[in-house]
Nanobody, 117 residues
Framework: QVHLVESGGGLVQPGGSLRLSCAASISIGNLNVMGWYRQAPGKQREEVAT???????TYADSVKGRFTISRDSVKNTVILQMNGLKPEDTAVYYC???????????WGQGTQVTVSS
């Protein structure tokens, strides 16, 4: 089993920034796709950003230009840098990893991000 641990959430004012981290229990080189998802109260979980081993990234339209996903292979960590935060970004943010060789799909416990004045 692969364990993912998120950190970095908190309360921030609109326009502020937060940096979320996701630490994996195994080498992220063995995780084909990693990403961040979020779920707000009463809403379905949505994809925010993903990154594959080769470095290609994808972003939800709502966060393009504001969020950046990156990885640190040495620390086995994936980062989500969030700038220009808006109240609608408020949600629990979850780290996800997929391991195709074993049909693995792993989730962290989530970290709360609240954007409010």
């Amino acid at each position: 089993q692969v364990h993912l641990v998120e950190s970095g959430g908190g309360l921030v004012q609109p326009g502020g920034s937060l940096r979320l981290s996701c630490a994996a229990s195994i080498s992220i080189g063995n995780l084909n796709v990693m990403g961040w998802y979020r779920q707000a109260p009463g809403k379905q979980r949505e994809e925010v950003a993903t990154i594959i081993s080769g470095g290609s990234t994808t972003y939800a339209d709502s966060v393009k230009g504001r969020f950046t996903i990156s990885r640190d292979s040495v620390k086995n960590t994936v980062i989500l840098q969030m700038n220009g935060l808006k109240p609608e970004d408020t949600a629990v943010y979850y780290c996800n990893a997929k391991r195709f060789t074993v049909a693995g799909d792993y989730w962290g416990q989530g970290t709360q991000v609240t954007v409010s004045s």
